[in-house]
């Protein structure tokens, strides 16, 4: 397909890296961002092979890798810290690792800067207030009083996307899991040197993302959906981990600024039909918002982002152009989402007990799996 002028919705992972995708294809980007300060929170991300891959296929793997810390093991722990495994985990690009884990300002800064050289343009504190899809084309407003016209529209704008909304009001909304992630940074001490796991009802990890720097992620069954005010945060979270083993309740007493404490209920979604209207289409949290649990939610909308910027190198028209990206994504965007919420309710008690290490193993070779 010749050059389109796309608009893409969302400026965070997915959107930028739609962005990345679609310029390296020639296509003229405009990237809208509700937010002013373009900003993320100051906690990491652990990403693994199938992400590696996709960074060196966008053209940003040197940028990204060293802007964060590569590992190729997950060590497993029982809940009184004992450690019964280390298992390395396949590469899928020689002589790289097989996991990143990297901050999230820096990641976003990666990708920011790279939008922003390869020339799309980004505006910030705008968003999308009328979108009129016709037959040539898609008319856009918005919040800034701005207009324009495009030639198809990206909506990466999130799990709670008004993209997704607009175009499927009927579809399926976020569904709490009845868990939740707590995230907080630490000094990363020397000898860690890859994804530490321990299981328990409180699942536990530490990732290193700097030389400086790791951070600790919890998951903690909250079946009621509470809001906690942010004054107290930091003792919430130390509470939290009281029952976990004694290296990780000897860590917790390092968390004291209530501030840095990130704290998010887990929501899933997985939208079944088609992930495209018209010319508006859809990736990433907005059609397939999953659980952490496998570490793979924005892995999948950088697949996404890519799939959707080779399909429309390979077709003329646009319907054939996002039925074949649905053709090619549903399948393993739905194993990452079902896979990871069956991990959760196991944890939770909702379903049976999942052998992590066995989920893990399988995930790894869908996701070595082309996309």
């Not at 890296?17 to 003229?28: D, N, P, Y």
């Not at 907080?184 to 030389?211: C, H, K, M, T, W």
Request: overall charge negative.
């Amino acid at each position: 397909m010749e050059a389109q002028r796309i608009l893409v919705i969302g400026g965070g992972i997915g959107g930028l890296t739609a962005a990345i995708a679609l310029r390296a294809k020639g296509h003229q980007v405009d990237v809208i961002e509700r937010d002013p300060d373009w900003s993320v929170y100051g906690v990491g991300i652990i990403q693994q092979s199938n992400v590696v891959r996709a960074m060196a296929q966008l053209g940003l793997l040197d940028d990204y890798l060293s802007a964060g810390v590569g590992f190729d093991a997950i060590e497993i722990f029982l809940p009184n810290g004992a450690k019964i495994a280390r298992v390395p985990s396949p590469r899928l690009v020689e002589g790289k690792p097989a996991n990143v884990g990297i901050g999230r300002p820096a990641l976003h800064k990666v990708l920011g800067d790279r939008t922003l050289s390869s020339g799309a343009t980004v505006r910030l504190g705008v968003t999308a207030e009328r979108i009129v899809d016709g037959a040539d084309g898609v008319t856009v407003d918005f919040s800034d009083g701005g207009s324009d016209r495009y030639d198809l529209v990206v909506g990466a704008d999130g799990v709670y996307s008004q993209t997704r909304d607009l175009i499927f009001p009927d579809a399926p909304k976020p569904q709490f899991t009845g868990q939740a992630v707590w995230r907080y940074n630490f000094a990363r001490p020397a000898e860690l040197d890859a994804l530490q796991v321990y299981n328990g009802p409180i699942g536990v990890g530490l990732v290193p993302i700097s030389d400086a720097l790791m951070y600790m992620y919890a998951t903690t069954p909250e079946p009621d959906n509470p809001r906690y005010p942010l004054e107290g945060l930091a003792a919430v979270m130390r509470a939290k981990l009281s029952g976990t083993a004694p290296a990780i309740q000897a860590l917790a007493q390092e968390i004291t600024q209530d501030s840095a404490v990130v704290y998010r209920p887990l929501e899933g979604l997985l939208v079944e039909g088609p992930w495209h209207k018209g010319r508006i289409v859809l990736l990433g949290d907005a059609v397939h918002a999953t659980t952490p649990h496998l570490g793979q939610g924005a892995g999948m909308a950088i697949e996404d982002s890519l799939v959707l910027a080779d399909e429309l190198s390979n077709h003329d028209a646009l319907e054939s152009v996002f039925e074949a990206y649905h053709a090619r994504r549903f399948e393993r965007c739905a194993y990452i989402v079902r896979a990871s919420l069956a991990i959760c309710h196991g944890q939770i008690g909702k379903g049976p007990p999942v052998d992590n290490a066995a989920a893990t193993h399988e995930m790894f070779e869908m996701i070595a799996e082309p996309i």
